[in-house]
């Protein structure tokens, strides 16, 4: 089974950057389409953004539209989210999840894997 781990989380300033890791192990990680979704307490999860198996084409969440970048390294076997402009509304636990699949989709349960989350916080 595809097993993903995140990393990069942690507190920063508004307005300040982090950019978000998954390593992917125990698949073919470059067959697989991937996203991230975010949860924040007292909220449902939501889809922040998406890429195919390739990295030839991105579904992206209109809330973070134009801040966010999601991007994958097939060498490395990771894939990223690159967040910039960052406001205290984006503190959740971010969680990142692959599909058998070619595209993404924004639905929580078309993927079948996912991590145990990083926490993001941004204070004001």
């Known amino acids: 089974q595809m097993q993903l781990v995140e990393s990069g989380g942690g507190l920063v300033q508004a307005g300040g950057s982090l950019r978000l890791s998954c390593a992917a192990s125990?698949?073919?990680?470059?067959?697989?389409?991937m996203g991230w979704f975010r949860q924040a307490p007292g909220k449902e999860r939501e889809f922040v953004q998406g890429i195919s198996w390739n990295g030839g084409s991105t579904l992206v969440g209109v809330a973070v539209k134009g801040r966010f970048t999601i991007s994958r390294d097939s060498a490395k076997n990771t894939m990223y989210l690159q967040m910039n402009s960052l406001k205290p509304e984006d503190t959740a636990v971010y969680y990142c999840?692959?599909?058998?699949?070619?595209?993404?989709?924004?639905?929580?349960?078309?993927?079948?894997?996912w991590g145990q989350g990083t926490q993001v916080t941004v204070s004001s």
């Open positions: 125990g698949g073919t990680f470059s067959t697989y389409a």
């Open positions: 999840a692959a599909r058998a699949a070619t595209l993404p989709r924004s639905q929580a349960y078309e993927y079948n894997y």
